[in-house]
């Protein structure tokens, strides 16, 4: 355990806003009491202020380091009694340790008040500021520290502590004197009883009673409450009996359980090193039946090394250790191979091993063999029956993933974090513009300025101002007032570059550089970063060329799109301090393939190999499983898991067959297929063991290449915290408040999409960008011809319902249904003589649907769907038309600009023609129980509505509502409302798009 002094957690209780008013005089004097880590702070009370400010630093200590993560800082906002009428509670915030930020990247972070119970009459948010400081640990018997201040500090901290300690020692003793009180007053009863039935009862009859009731009253006595176990204590000596993960959540699952797949056995051999009379470069050859494979060549004999063989592919029954010499040949002679002699061992006495179990011992074993040199000749070795869950299988040679070739190991890949670099370029003073050359003159209107700013690759440029000119914007101080959006990725860039373009000259006027480093870092647009002016730097003529005035902050409010939207895996925002604790566990077991067609073909065109493996994406961690060299029906059987923070998001797995792993044959992994499923369709602790369809669109047409079975789990331990993210937006705060138009943020998102690529394709092994692309779809809107007849038939198929409610009236009238046309009957009485009724039977009649309707949900989640996709409803030219790259390879010019330019507007509409259709699709999604909770809240909101419809008048409800419509901005929030964010969660049927 970490020292407790050698971290300290400070948080800045700065302001607080629109305050619930408690003193009965339309103000409140508030104050603020902080809690963590058993340590509790209190900032000074603000009288009668609505709007209070405090700007007060509260420092705590963390006690453990590695159970920070876990803690909770809770932060009560209380009326003070003194300054009016009883103190009362004005709200609560509760922060989570994985959300404190390192001293220097704090923010200052507004949090709406919470209320304590569902009767709470709370409103307001608090504005914080948390970071916490790394010390060097000090060393009191040496007499080395940091200064008297924090011994001071710390002495205040441990007398607070101590003070707290007594305090709650002082309640016990008074509990405990309350309780004494209660038990001599009912002993005194139970005597006063004791004795009333002696006198009644006869004397053969007091003996045995007396005995229960001096046996009752000792475990009266003895049953004094035990004192609480620390939760710490538990969580440190819980041991192996259930090991909980500290990110997600309270999730009852064992971590690395391997419960959703198979357990595949496999033979270990772990060789350690040989006992060698001299140093002789030797080598050890393992042999299993027909599989033969050898360590490497070392002088010392430490070879140190672990082999995994598959067991179902053993034909065998002993397994050989050799152990050889290598003896350089002379002159243009051979080398040889000399063996120092062999060990066997019988597979049936192999011992088992399956962890938690420590590892096993290595042994020495002694050679036999003729061979020269054998006397003598020992080899240190552990040999033993494990699965894949064993921790030496990651490092070991596997025998069906090509032995110790980096290219076909599993990795676990992390995306990196990105941010939005917004400049803010305002104006310029004191320009030098550099000299024209000979050729060139200025013309009488003045001389052309443009701003441009470069980050890394990324180059944009703001609008012409024109210098000479009679308004402020056109004089010797030309205003720009722009913003230019980068998107930035930790670790960032050095310097983000500014220069002032003069274009009459054709050259820069001046530059400035600004480090990244000190960029202010903003989580919401209350609080403006400061503005700086900048020196140009110009030539050696004009080392001073002017100034420019700008703005620069990393906008940590925004969650930066890296894959296209309707697919998205992650939506928090790229602040720390923004993020919320998981909501649940996501477990994926990928189980194998089947029935994979041939990648590879031979040279003589004869037999084929598939080399295949698996890329998950969800969030930001990528995980690929291993390589399976020369199978057609693989069996990976490797689990992964994911912290889940919305429910809303997609899981996309694809499978690629391995080209890179071998050195004779460099290029791109080639795309098999792919499955994405929405995690709002599964249900919670439930296990779904299905196999996938994967399909790929190639030039020449559609084909199936193969299956995949796949185990999905969904764990979630609160349904309540389940159920309220569906009444949240979306995205965070920023992107409805200050949104970015769809040009911008489709140019942002392709930028962020070639970053990720290009840092997971520096990552060894290498994620190629062929599959970085292919699972963040790069292409989602590009033209085609393909995706646009599918979302065409997903708007007819929307509008269809149009035509169905039209073929229904006409059953109606026609008594095609008596039951039914009955039924009409009635409810035209009820519209016509009990208009009050409209709503009320509206919305009952759509809880019964509902409720019917949830016997024909769908059960499994759904994977692609080629016919959705119109995969075969394609001709040749089309196909060809949705895989020619920009530009078109058509052959004349002007044919090839125009056929551009068509594609671009075609695609936008293509996304137009996608987007009214999803919105159709989450109409049709909420009464076919796709997304059950969704399906269930509005079939209970269509139970309530109709309560409520039916016990109100009809007359108030539409005035309630008008003038609700028509309420006056003041009261109005600015962002999305309950029923929007409900409805944009729905699901649609765009994740299944091919």
């Known amino acids: 355990m970490a020292d407790p002094s050698s971290r300290r957690l400070i948080v800045e209780v700065c302001n607080a806003r629109n305050l619930m008013p408690k003193d009965g005089q339309g103000t409140a004097s508030a ?57 009362k509670f004005l709200g609560k915030v509760k922060i989570t340790g994985s959300a404190f930020a390192k001293a220097g990247s704090e923010a200052l972070v507004y949090y709406p008040l919470e209320k304590r119970s569902v009767f709470s009459q709370i409103k307001g948010e608090i504005g914080l500021k948390i970071w916490y400081v790394d010390e060097p640990v000090t060393d009191t018997s040496t007499g080395t520290g940091t200064g008297t201040g924090t011994d001071e500090k710390k002495g205040e901290e441990k007398k607070l502590v101590e003070e707290k300690k007594e305090e709650k020692k002082e309640e016990k003793k008074e509990v405990e004197a309350k309780k004494e009180e209660k038990e001599k007053k009912e002993e005194k009863k139970e005597d006063k009883g004791k004795k009333e039935e002696e006198k009644k009862t006869p004397e053969k009859e007091k ?122 040949g002379e002159g243009d002679k051979p080398a040889e191979h000399v063996s120092l002699g062999t060990v066997a061992f019988d597979l049936q006495e192999i011992p088992k091993r399956s962890p938690p179990d420590s590892p096993l011992a290595p042994q020495w074993y002694t050679l036999e063999g003729t061979g020269e040199g054998s006397e003598g000749c020992d080899v240190m070795l552990a040999v033993w029956i494990g699965t894949q869950v064993d921790e030496s299988f990651q490092e070991a040679w596997q025998s069906d993933s090509g032995g110790f070739n980096t290219h076909t190991r599993c990795k676990a890949y992390l995306s990196p974090k990105l941010w939005y670099l917004r400049l803010s370029v305002i104006q310029t003073q004191d320009l030098r513009l550099p000299p024209l050359p000979e050729s060139k003159s200025r013309p009488a209107a003045g001389t052309e300025l443009y701003v441009k700013g470069q980050l890394g690759a990324q180059a944009f440029k703001t609008g012409r101002v024109i210098l000479g000119g009679a308004s402020a914007s056109n004089s010797g101080n030309p205003c720009w007032n722009e913003d230019l959006l980068f998107v930035a990725a930790e670790p960032f860039d050095p310097y983000l570059t500014i220069v002032v373009e003069d274009i009459t000259a054709g050259q820069p006027v001046g530059q400035a550089k600004v480090p990244l480093s000190s960029v202010h870092r903003r989580v919401d647009d209350r609080v403006e970063p400061p503005p700086r002016w900048l020196n140009l730097i110009g030539d050696e003529a004009r080392p001073y060329a002017g100034r420019v005035h700008v703005r620069v902050c990393l906008e940590g409010g925004y969650h930066v799109l890296d894959e296209a939207v309707q697919v998205a895996s992650d939506v928090r925002a790229a602040s720390k301090q923004l993020s919320k604790p998981p909501i649940g566990l996501l477990e994926v077991g990928v189980r194998g393939a089947s029935s994979l067609v041939p990648m590879k073909v031979s040279k003589d065109g004869s037999s084929g190999s598939t080399d295949a493996y698996v890329v998950l994406k969800y969030g930001p961690k990528w995980a690929r499983t291993r390589t399976i060299i020369d199978q057609f029906n693989p069996r990976w059987n490797e689990q992964y898991a994911w912290d889940v923070f919305d429910p809303c998001t997609v899981l996309t797995i694809a499978v690629f067959d391995n080209v890179r792993h071998k050195q004779t044959e460099p290029g791109r992994d080639v795309r098999i297929g792919k499955v994405r499923i929405r995690l709002s369709t599964l249900d919670t602790n439930r296990v779904y063991i299905n196999t996938y369809p994967l399909t790929a669109v190639h030039p020449i047409g559609a084909r199936k290449m193969g299956e995949i079975e796949l185990a999905i789990r969904f764990s979630c331990p609160s349904w309540l915290t389940l159920l309220q993210s569906y009444t949240n937006p979306l995205l965070p705060r920023m992107h409805y408040v200050k949104p970015l138009g769809p040009a911008q943020q489709d140019m942002l998102r392709h930028t962020a999409m070639r970053i990720v690529s290009a840092r997971l394709a520096r990552s060894e092994p290498p994620l190629g960008p062929e599959v970085v692309h292919y ?22 198929r929307c509008l269809s319902g149009v035509a ?30 009990c208009p009050q009724m409209i709503l009320s039977t509206l919305f009952l009649y759509l809880f019964f649907v509902l409720v019917w309707r949830y016997r024909y949900r769908v059960r499994e989640p759904n994977g692609m769907d080629p016919r959705l996709s119109h995969v075969d409803s394609v001709g040749p030219d089309e196909l060809d038309e949705e895989f020619d790259g920009f530009p078109s390879s058509r052959p004349a010019d002007v044919v090839r600009v125009r056929y551009d330019r068509i594609r671009a507007v075609a695609g936008r509409a293509q996304t137009l023609l996608g987007d009214v259709a999803a919105q159709g699709e989450r109409f049709e999604a909420i009464l076919n129980w796709r997304d059950p909770r969704a399906t269930g809240l509005f079939t209970l909101f269509c139970f309530l509505i109709s309560l409520i419809c039916y016990m109100v008048p009809f007359k108030i409800l539409v005035v309630l509502m008008g003038f609700y419509y028509l309420r006056h901005p003041r009261f109005r929030c600015d962002m999305p409302s309950l029923p929007f964010n409900f409805f944009r969660r729905l699901p649609s049927l765009s994740d299944r798009i091919l």
């Open 775 to 796: 699972l963040l779809e790069t292409d989602a809107y590009n033209w085609s011809m393909r995706r646009s007849k599918a979302n065409w038939f997903r708007v007819v």
């Open 804 to 833: 169905g409610l039209v073929k229904w009236v006409h059953g109606v009238r026609m008594w095609t249904h008596p039951p039914t046309t009955a039924l009409v009957h009635i409810l035209l009485l009820i519209i016509v003589f």
């Open 31 to 87: 104050y603020v009491v902080v809690d963590f880590d058993g340590q509790r702070r209190r900032t000074k009370t603000k009288s009668r202020d609505l709007n209070p400010t405090w700007d007060e630093q509260l420092e705590f200590s963390v006690h453990d380091l590695d159970l920070m993560p876990g803690e909770t800082l809770e932060l009560n906002v209380y009326n003070d009694k003194t300054m009016g009428r009883k103190g």
């Open 207 to 328: 003996p045995k009673n007396a005995e229960k009731k001096e046996e009752e009253k000792p475990k009266e006595i003895i049953t004094t409450p035990a004192p609480p176990t620390p939760v710490k204590e538990l969580q440190q000596y819980s041991g192996d009996l259930e090991i909980k993960p500290h990110t997600a959540g309270d999730h009852n699952v064992k971590v690395g359980s391997y419960d959703l797949v198979e357990r595949i056995p496999y033979l270990f051999v772990r060789l350690l090193k040989a006992k060698l009379s001299g140093d002789k470069p030797v080598y050890s050859k393992l042999v299993v039946g027909s599989q033969t494979v050898s360590t490497r060549t070392i002088p010392s004999g430490e070879w140190d090394q672990v082999f995994a063989f598959h067991k179902a592919s053993l034909t065998a029954t002993s397994l050989e250790v050799s152990v050889h010499e290598e003896k350089k």
